[in-house]
């Protein structure tokens, strides 16, 4: 069965960091682009960080950038998203998803992180 | 950034309808544009890409069209598990993406 599982997520206080972590299983993971998709609460979804197949390429939203970090270990079919300096906007529900042909899939089932003091 | 915009943001429907929603761009981005169902506390789940390719598995009441600015999203015969919030989502600019603000389609 091809599958996503994140974790990871957890309640943080504003400033702190946070690691998650998405196993992959099912499909070829070292060849696919790997995603971070987030979605706050009752909100849509946004785009996060892009990582190509064999780390070359990586890519971040500007709201991200030069606090979250994303990397990739194909040897252990896991993707990783390092989210430092978090604020309050931060909080929503984080999915990894592999690039398809032309679409995300899959996705994992989420993980919320919560960042409060 | 190449922003969507979506049509209506909210629709209520009974089962049997056809339902059509509307994603628009705000440059042309040729055929890179898939279409999402989200369920309440699930992940999003692919339904159509390339604008009007169906994802393996998902019926076929579901099916896209447009290329350029303009596309749709039509369900033939809406049914109980189709009630659900519908993305699109562009990527023509990939990695950079970006999902159009939703439409959430409810039981009349």
């Known amino acids: 069965e091809v599958q996503l599982v994140e974790s990871g997520g957890g309640l943080v206080k504003p400033g702190g960091s946070l690691r998650l972590s998405c196993a992959a299983s099912?499909?070829?993971?070292?060849?696919?682009?790997m995603n971070w998709v987030r979605q706050a609460p009752g909100k849509g979804l946004e785009w996060v960080s892009s990582?190509?197949?064999?780390?070359?390429?990586?890519y971040y939203a500007d709201s991200v950038k030069g606090r979250f970090t994303i990397s990739r270990d194909n040897a252990k079919n896991s993707l990783y998203l390092q989210m430092n300096s978090l604020r309050a906007e931060d909080t929503a529900v984080y999915y990894c998803?592999?690039?398809?042909?032309?679409?995300?899939?899959?996705w994992g089932q989420g993980t919320l992180v919560t960042v409060s003091s | 950034d190449i922003q969507l915009t979506q049509s209506p943001s909210f629709l209520s429907a009974s089962v049997g309808d056809r339902v059509t929603i509307t994603c628009r761009a705000s440059q042309g981005i040729s055929s890179y544009l898939a279409w999402y169902q989200q369920k309440p506390g699930k992940a999003p789940k692919l339904l159509i890409y390339a604008a009007s390719t169906l994802q393996s598995g998902v019926p076929s009441r579901f099916s896209g069209s447009g290329s350029g600015t303009e596309f749709t999203l039509t369900i033939s015969s809406l049914q109980p598990e189709d009630f659900a919030t519908y993305y699109c989502q562009q990527l023509n600019s990939y990695p950079r993406v970006t999902f159009g603000p939703g439409t959430k389609v409810d039981i009349k």
């Open positions: 099912g499909f070829t993971f070292s060849s696919y682009s």
């Open positions: 998803a592999a690039m398809a042909f032309r679409g995300f899939d899959p």
């Open positions: 990582i190509s197949s064999s780390s070359s390429y990586i």
